[in-house]
């Protein structure tokens, strides 16, 4: 027998039982977002190493570390996209999307980033993510976060997630804030860890999301981002505020919420849970006003945000709120008798003709009426349809309700359709 080939680590598999659960989700992203009048993009998976080298930054984790990173034929270096938008920006820039004009987008699919894998986090992964290009004020960061706001009512989540904001101030600000952060930090060395101490010069403001307890009692006594930010960047930052308070949007500032990418400033945000243990952000996002001129663009403001479609849904799992996902099967037709199988294909297409919406699964594989009903029913369909012989003489169908105590009822076809498109299947 040849070795079994298996699912490479991290790497996992949707399979039909769980599919459902992440198709009410993406129903739903797509409905909100047509809603706010934002349109979809399709990005390749593959992208140019440089590309994300110049936008992540080239010390970063995601760069330094988790980059699945090849050269392919032609000796060129190619990278499978860690995240969206930096392939999101160059797909603007390269058809002309973005020059001179407002662009709202969102798109979807596998991201991959090679890390340990546990419980909400795997190598590959799938993100949810929007972008918005050609509007530098606030009013658009609080639409993306009022907009992450529905998605969690509809969710029913809204009441397991909690905002958190920052602003990142302008690179300026940043300047000036990173040499003062760096003094402090070159005073304290001895009591940094090992990844806060390779950080220091290279990229000081990650030290501020350090995850080791004795750098964050450290941090206390730090200079705040907030005392180096010019009247425009507060100005910014209160505006969005009051646009979120207005709303009734509660939220927390979280100074030292700086984001794992080097392309953020200004508004930072973060929606983050408690239901899952140490995988607590759900969402985040925030401004990148400086990406597309780094990426060869002219210079556009730009804001968006991501959010891990694996967590969202495990949340999901987790308050056991998607126990009222739709099964695959609303119908399942039992055929049993003779001349009953060309008789049933056509009733089967005559169904799907009258009721485009209608999920119907043939009976196929013979078998006697016991196992077609206990097929029925491992299908998930809340009805049997079951032609028989007589049935089929007379231009009728029986109707078998599977779940509740509704009477079983035969009836002509047309009155079936009826019924079945009464009851909203």
Not at 112 to 123: A, L, S, W
Not at 185 to 212: A, C, F, G, I, T
Not at 395 to 418: F, P, W
């Amino acid at each position: 027998m040849a070795k079994q080939i298996q699912a490479i680590r991290g790497m996992n598999d949707c399979l039909p039982e769980q599919s459902p659960a992440w198709q009410k989700v993406e129903e739903t992203l797509r409905q909100v977002m047509s809603g706010y009048g934002y349109s979809e993009m399709r990005m390749p998976i593959v992208e140019q190493t440089p590309l994300f080298k110049r936008a992540i930054g080239e010390v970063t984790d995601v760069v330094e570390k988790e980059m699945y990173t090849f050269n392919d034929r032609n000796d060129e270096s190619l990278t499978l996209r860690p995240e969206g938008t930096a392939g999101c920006v160059r797909a603007c820039i390269e058809h002309g999307l973005i020059y001179n004009q407002e662009r709202r987008v969102w798109y979807t699919g596998p991201m991959f980033r090679y890390e340990r894998p546990q419980k909400g986090r795997y190598r590959q992964f799938h993100q949810f993510g929007v972008e918005v290009f050609g509007l530098n004020g606030p009013d658009i960061d609080a639409e993306l976060i009022l907009l992450t706001h529905r998605l969690w009512r509809l969710f029913g989540i809204a009441d397991h997630v909690t905002l958190q904001l920052n602003t990142l101030g302008q690179s300026s600000e940043r300047a000036a804030y990173r040499d003062a952060l760096i003094a402090f930090l070159e005073q304290h060395q001895d009591q940094l860890d090992e990844d806060s101490r390779r950080r220091m010069y290279s990229n000081p403001l990650r030290v501020l999301d350090s995850k080791d307890e004795r750098v964050q009692a450290l941090l206390a006594d730090a200079p705040r981002l907030m005392e180096y930010l010019g009247e425009e960047s507060r100005a910014h930052f209160e505006g969005l505020k009051s646009l979120l308070e207005a709303a009734g949007i509660a939220y927390e500032v979280n100074e030292r919420l700086v984001r794992g990418l080097d392309y953020y400033n200004l508004t930072v945000f973060e929606w983050v849970t408690t239901s899952l243990g140490a995988q607590g952000t759900v969402c985040g996002g925030g401004r990148y006003d400086g990406l597309v001129e780094q990426l060869g663009g002219q210079a556009t403001p730009a804001v968006g945000f991501a959010m891990g479609m694996e967590r969202l849904v495990l949340l999901l799992e987790t308050l056991e709120l998607n126990k009222d996902v739709r099964p695959a099967v609303d119908v399942y037709l039992a055929m049993v008798g003779e001349g009953t199988e060309v008789a049933g294909f056509m009733l089967a297409e005559r169904l799907r003709d009258a009721l485009p919406s209608l999920r119907l699964m043939n009976h196929c594989g013979g078998g006697n009426f016991k196992k077609q009903l206990k097929r029925a029913d491992k299908s998930g369909a809340s009805i049997a349809l079951i032609l028989g012989e007589s049935e089929v003489q007379n231009g009728e169908v029986t109707i078998k309700y599977l779940r509740g105590q509704a009477e079983q009822v035969t009836v002509k076809v047309d009155e079936a359709i009826a019924l079945l498109a009464d009851k909203g299947e």
